[in-house]
């Protein structure tokens, strides 16, 4: 899935030099596996240390958001995530469907908002890491992603306009402390927008090209401001994180977080046997890549989904993409988006890798809540079925009953609190 040219490449290269590793440690893991409590070795403790929350490396700049690391935008981005005037009926917000105490998901199978989305709520900790967004990567940045639900017929249900009323009326001040001035919205229609609603859309099509770049551009700040609050939104370090730096600095780890025999033999298992990592690695536990896993088909069967197939070409062809009128970036800044993979069966039901911190905590799992339970995550891992449409990239594992269960113990290993700017209540721009 890699495209060659990718700078991904490079960072990857360290990960291609552990799974070698690795390889090697694959063909004499026997001993290991009988006494759960061996020592790690060199190259375990390699791949360990490469998984630590420790290891995570800085919040990657976003070059197509000049407002990201600006305080007063997210302290607006803060207030508009968490407004349900900035939708159709009034009672949907972001936190609606992502909630500060579910780790911002809702353990739903499918999102509900105005109506019923096409697939699961995902957590946003540690997004601003990954280059892509969406569970097949649509959007190429968090305030690009952001516009999404905010226009959708069944997540808020309104439309730009409709929102930079709101905006103009509730956040005047704070918005031209940011951006600068608001524009006029005189003689325009209270609601429209490039929307499916037919009415709202030919509202829009009536309005002149200059006026209603005056209105996306109020849009894409909205999703800038958006994006500022949500790139603060992190994991905080858990039980494995603690006991992975005790081991490696060589000491021991406080009893509440050393590992039972469990535990560590299913963390072996993960970085071993079951080639987790191939897919779950890095300090976030995900490659940000697109994968098919052989994930069936949305329980309501209503809706076919080809996945990151489809969600290539509509970042392609985003108005607010990364190369778009709308970016503050230059086209240099955008090699992700320029070097894309954009055909090939592999595209076809590949859905982004989630990062496996806190996943226990948030059945049903997949992208359309497919499976109820982690052991019934773990038995779709061991028996690798195939893809109902394109190749699945699993191989059958052949686990036993006791090792779905220590798998199953180390994952619980992953969870802690989600950390999140506090709520704001006055605002001093
Ligand atoms: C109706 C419920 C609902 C609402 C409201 C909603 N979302 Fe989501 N969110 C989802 C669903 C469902 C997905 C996955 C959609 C997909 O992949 O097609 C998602 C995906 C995301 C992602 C991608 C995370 C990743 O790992 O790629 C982010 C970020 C996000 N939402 C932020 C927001 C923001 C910001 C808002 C408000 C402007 C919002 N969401 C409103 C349900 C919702
Ligand atoms: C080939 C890449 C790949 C491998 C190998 C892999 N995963 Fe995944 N994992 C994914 C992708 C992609 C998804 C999301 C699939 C979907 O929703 O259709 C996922 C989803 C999950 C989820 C659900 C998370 C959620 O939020 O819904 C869990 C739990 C999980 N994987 C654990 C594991 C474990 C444990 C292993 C090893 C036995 C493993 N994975 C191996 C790519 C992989």
Known sequence: ????????????????????????????????????????????????????????????????????????????????????????????????????????????????????????????????????????????????????????????????????????????????????????????????????????????????????????????????????????????PTRFDRYVDAELAGRAPTPGDNFSDDERAGLRLFIGKANCVNCHNGALLTDNHFHNTGVPQSQDGARADSGRATGVRAVMASEFNCLSHYSDAKPSDCGELRFAVTDGEELVRAYKTPSLRNAVTRAPFMHAGQFASIERVLLHYDRAPSAPAGHSELKRLGLSGTEVRQLAAFLKTLVSSVAYPAPVTSYTP
């Open 1 to 236: 899935m890699t495209p060659t040219h990718s700078p991904r490449v490079l960072r990857n290269l360290s990960a291609i030099g552990v799974g070698l590793a690795l390889g090697i440690l694959a063909l004499v893991p026997a001993l290991a596996r009988s006494n759960p409590q061996a020592p790690w070795t060199a190259a375990e403790r390699t791949m360990l240390k490469s998984l630590s929350l420790s290891s995570l490396a800085p919040l990657p700049a976003d070059h197509s958001n000049k407002y990201a690391d600006d305080a007063a935008a997210l302290r607006l981005g803060n207030l508009l995530f968490n407004d349900a005037r900035l939708s159709g009926n009034g009672q949907v917000s972001c936190a609606t469907c992502h909630s500060s105490e579910k780790g911002f998901q809702d353990n739903i199978p499918l999102g509900k908002g105005v109506g019923t989305a096409g697939r699961r709520t995902m957590p946003i900790a540690g997004t601003a890491h990954s280059p892509w967004q969406f569970w097949d990567g649509r959007a190429d940045s968090h305030w690009a992603q952001a516009l999404g639900p905010l226009e959708s017929a069944v997540e808020h249900g309104g439309d730009r306009l409709q929102y930079a009323r709101v905006l103009r009326q509730h956040y005047r001040a704070e918005y031209e402390a940011i951006f600068g001035a608001f524009p006029n919205l005189q003689g325009l229609p209270e609601r429209a927008g490039p929307v499916a609603d037919s009415a709202r859309a030919a509202a829009w099509a009536r309005i002149t090209p200059a006026r209603r770049d005056s209105i996306s551009r109020v849009y894409a700040n909205m999703g800038k401001a958006i994006a500022a609050f949500e790139r603060q939104i992190t994991f905080t």
